[in-house]
């Protein structure tokens, strides 16, 4: 069974950082495209930042020269570091993967559970 775990959320004040991490477990061939999604409450969920296996990354208007994603292929981890943060970036942010579990299977799309990060003062 193949998981992705966030880690890293919490409450911090604006103009601070933070780093998410989100780690697949389970059986699986291989990892495509890994990124970081978010949702904030009564909104809909929309793309933070994409990474692919050749380390070639997007990132939302909202979060370009803020946020920085990066990948660790044998850890099979995404992070995401946020550097000056708004109160506008609070949210749920979730990361997801492009994963192939078999070399027969097909990638399939896998989704974390979810980390709040909240921005206040």
């Known amino acids: 069974q193949v998981q992705l775990v966030e880690s890293g959320g919490g409450l911090v004040q604006p103009g601070g950082s933070l780093r998410l991490s989100c780690a697949a477990s389970?059986?699986?061939?291989?990892?495509?495209?890994m990124g970081w999604y978010r949702q904030a409450f009564g909104k809909q969920r929309e793309l933070v930042a994409t990474?692919?296996?050749?380390?070639?990354?997007g990132y939302a208007d909202s979060v370009k020269g803020r946020f920085t994603i990066s990948r660790d292929n044998a850890k099979n981890t995404v992070y995401l570091q946020m550097n000056s943060l708004k109160p506008e970036d609070t949210a749920v942010y979730h990361c997801?993967?492009?994963?192939?579990?078999?070399?027969?299977?097909?990638?399939?799309?896998?989704w974390g559970q979810g980390t709040q990060v909240t921005v206040s003062s």
């Open positions: 997801n993967a492009e994963i192939l579990v078999t070399p027969l299977s097909g990638r399939s799309t896998y």
């Open positions: 389970g059986t699986f061939f291989g990892i495509s495209t």
């Open positions: 990474i692919t296996t050749s380390d070639s990354s």
